[in-house]
């Protein structure tokens, strides 16, 4: 039964081009330093309202989440991929609750490509598609900045041919 589920997010004829292991350290990076600053803020909490017992529950608690965020970022990024077929492009993700989406080139309406400054510094960059329908954008984050330009060209492409028959 396990394997019928897994079909599921299986791509047509076709195999996942995962994004890069870089988008892990990017993410990583920035939950790094989301847990420094709530870690300071704590200890200083603990400082202001006196409460030295607490230290080392917070510093447990601290360490544990950071070290599931470490082991859940990996995790996720492993499962985000995307396939190019003839009419549509799938995109899969998540770790906990799997999403597969299939965007048809005709629908599409403009694609994007950007990239933060930590992005820019590891060489990845995000593509994300819109579409004729508001509820559907499509994104494929951490994808080496060549593959972006090349994804945003050929799925810019892909789009205007089809749209071109309506």
Do not use: C, K
């Amino acid at each position: 039964m396990l394997a019928g589920v897994e079909d599921l997010f299986a791509p047509p004829d076709a195999t996942w081009q995962r994004v890069s292991p870089r988008l892990a350290t990017a993410r990583r990076l920035s939950a790094l330093l989301t847990l420094l600053v709530l870690s300071g803020v704590a200890v200083a909490a603990l400082v202001v309202f006196n409460l030295d017992g607490w230290a080392v529950v917070v510093a447990v608690v601290a360490l544990a989440l950071g070290a599931w965020q470490w082991w859940f970022i990996g995790r996720v990024v492993r499962r985000w991929g995307y396939a190019e077929q003839a009419e549509e492009l799938y995109i899969t993700r998540g770790a906990l609750v799997r999403v597969l989406v299939a965007v048809p080139y005709g629908r599409m309406q403009y694609v994007d490509v950007n990239a933060g400054p930590l992005d820019r510094a590891l060489g990845i960059a995000t593509v994300t598609l819109h579409t004729a329908s508001p509820g559907t954008t499509a994104v494929i984050p951490g994808l080496p900045a060549l593959e972006a330009a090349r994804l945003r060209d050929r799925l810019t492409e892909l789009g205007e041919a089809r749209a071109a028959g309506l």
